[in-house]
């Protein structure tokens, strides 16, 4: 028998599975009967308006918010790295990345080397994590979740408060991380620019799942242009997802 | 060597100062202030109930600020407006604490000991409570360390890390309490969220990681304890209010030197 690193993946190999998932807080709904998978390799998108449950459904993938109906099942042994959106520090806790990078946990000198270099912050292990800017601080945050050596990675609209040049080589550098980790990541953001290039999944959420598919679909649909498309009119003029698709390469196991 | 009133005051004061040095550091960093003083506050609610059911203080006083730190740190988080739901916590249980005490005829309290300590009057049992509890405390703290770091600086980043904060939460929970049972007899009521938050604050400046914090708001609170034991002793005046005003005043210090180092760089970088 191959040893587990050897054994071939299947090209179908679900990751993450949410059946019938529902949220409530304090009574009303935020999240309904949402069924979502990730597979191996994938890069799925989730998308949706301000408070339509996107972040929720992230923070129930992590544990952090307990569903009030249906599960969500995470493959045996699968690590998760996760890239919170925008961490706010108390400036009275003092912090140094060096420190932030060994919690909860001490980690190999190596190790931390090699992940801080794969998310381009080599240089700022001894820097302390307040006087980073908005770009450094994102990169510390994804080499701290590289640490994990993840088989997913979850990153929650982690360029919020980036400019476009500085979102556009984050996404560059999380396509590089996939390829050399063999990950699955799971997004969500608002750069729907950006993003679609590189999704080949994307599930559009209105508190309900409103509809998902490949990028191309997803911008055809007649639900997600009721949803989008006052807002894409306003902001760009054009619908991007009808931009991009056609840079959009199939990929043998997307969804 | 136990024998002299000075000796266990000042170990009374140092092992308090062990304890309450590093949770101040979580307190701060956590602005847990307010959550202090209403679990402090409580403690003479505490006082009075003890007296009432003819139980010991430290007992009596634990009870209380358990449920009082309890409570509202059950409250928290659930739309309630934190600050002033603290606000109300926390004067409501001193004055409903002082009304206690007035009821109680008959016995014959020195409610001044309890609001502001009386550290002179520290017996040989009083220190095994007020070391065991210390130690507790300390214990707890270097346990959870790590995990309690992770759950202050981002909930979601605790549980991807597979740590629960609330739990994390209730420890913190638990230790405050517990400082406030030791702490009651060495500053007392009032004077217990000053002892827990201005080492911390003082050292802040001059610190890089947490470790390093929490390690000199130790030095700081331990100054402040013993230095003012000695101070109250020449001049006369009451320890728990000469304690906290000469951490204030290294508080004091430690900003101006920091401002001062700050003000210095700018002036050399514009030389």
């Known amino acids: 028998m191959l040893p587990m690193e050897l054994a071939p993946t299947t090209p179908d190999e679900v990751l993450v599975s949410v059946s019938h998932l529902s949220v409530r807080f304090g009574g009303e709904f935020v999240l309904e009967n949402i069924d979502l998978t990730l597979y191996r390799h994938q890069v799925l998108t989730l998308i949706g308006p301000n408070g339509s449950g996107k972040s929720t459904l992230v923070k129930t993938l992590i544990g952090a918010v307990k569903p009030a109906a249906g599960s969500v099942r995470v493959g045996a042994g699968l690590r998760i790295g996760y890239v919170p959106q925008r961490l706010h520090l108390d400036p009275t806790l003092p912090m140094t990345v060096k420190r932030f990078i060994n919690l909860p946990h001490r980690q190999d000198p190596a190790a931390v080397e090699r992940a801080l270099d794969e998310a381009g912050a080599g240089h700022l292990l001894q820097a302390t994590m307040s006087h980073l800017?908005?770009?450094q601080f994102q990169r510390v945050l994804l080499a701290r979740a590289l640490l994990t050596r993840p088989d997913i990675l979850i990153l929650d609209e982690a360029t919020q408060g980036l400019d476009q040049r500085g979102t556009a080589e984050f996404y560059r550098r999380i396509e590089a991380v996939r390829q050399s980790y063999g990950c699955a990541v799971l997004m969500v953001s608002h750069d729907l620019n950006v993003v679609m290039r590189t999704a080949d999944h994307v599930v559009c959420l209105n508190r309900t799942l409103c509809c998902e598919g490949k990028p191309e679909r997803v911008a055809s649909s007649p639900d997600y242009q009721a949803l989008f498309g006052e807002m894409l009119a306003d902001d760009q003029g054009a619908n991007p997802l009808a931009l991009y698709r056609h840079h959009h390469e199939e990929r043998a196991n997307a969804g | 060597m136990l024998d002299d009133f000075m000796v266990r005051a000042t170990l009374a004061g140092v092992l308090v100062a062990l304890a309450a040095a590093p949770l101040g550091c979580f307190v701060v960093w956590r602005r847990m202030a307010y959550f202090g003083d209403a679990t402090a506050h409580a403690a003479i609610l505490g006082v009075a109930l003890a007296l009432l059911m003819n139980i010991?203080?430290?007992?009596?006083?634990?009870m209380v600020a358990l449920l009082m730190a309890g409570g509202v740190s059950m409250l928290s988080g659930r739309g309630v407006a934190m600050d002033t739901l603290l606000g109300v916590a926390a004067h409501s249980a001193l004055a409903v604490g002082l009304v206690a005490v007035s009821f109680l005829s008959g016995v014959r309290i020195d409610l001044n000991a309890y609001l502001f300590g009386d550290i002179l009057a520290v017996g040989r049992s009083d220190l095994w409570v007020i070391g065991g509890g210390a130690a507790l405390v300390l214990a707890l703290l270097g346990w959870r360390w790590s995990s309690l770091l992770m759950a202050t600086m981002s909930r979601e980043l605790a549980y991807a890390s597979g740590i629960d904060p609330r739990r994390e939460?209730?420890?913190l929970t638990l230790a405050l309490a517990m400082v406030v049972a030791v702490?009651?007899?060495v500053v007392g009521v009032l004077l217990i969220t000053a002892l827990l938050i201005i080492p911390a604050a003082a050292a802040r400046p001059f610190c890089r990681?947490?470790?390093?914090?929490a390690i000199g708001a130790t030095g700081v609170a331990l100054t402040a304890v013993t230095g003012g034991l000695k101070t109250a002793y020449l001049m006369d005046t009451p320890t728990g209010?000469?304690?906290?005003?000469?951490a204030a005043v290294l508080f004091l210090l430690a900003t101006l030197i920091s401002q001062g180092g700050r003000l210095?760089?700018?002036?050399?970088?514009?030389?």
Do not use: N, W
Not at chain 2, 56 to 62: E, K, R, T
């Open chain 2, 169 to 171: 939460q209730l420890i």
């Open chain 1, 133 to 135: 800017s908005g770009g």
């Open chain 2, 209 to 213: 990681t947490p470790e390093a914090m």
């Open chain 2, 56 to 62: 010991s203080i430290f007992a009596g006083v634990l």
């Open chain 2, 183 to 185: 702490a009651l007899k």
């Open chain 2, 241 to 246: 209010p000469t304690m906290v005003t000469l």
């Open chain 2, 264 to 271: 210095a760089q700018r002036l050399t970088a514009r030389a």
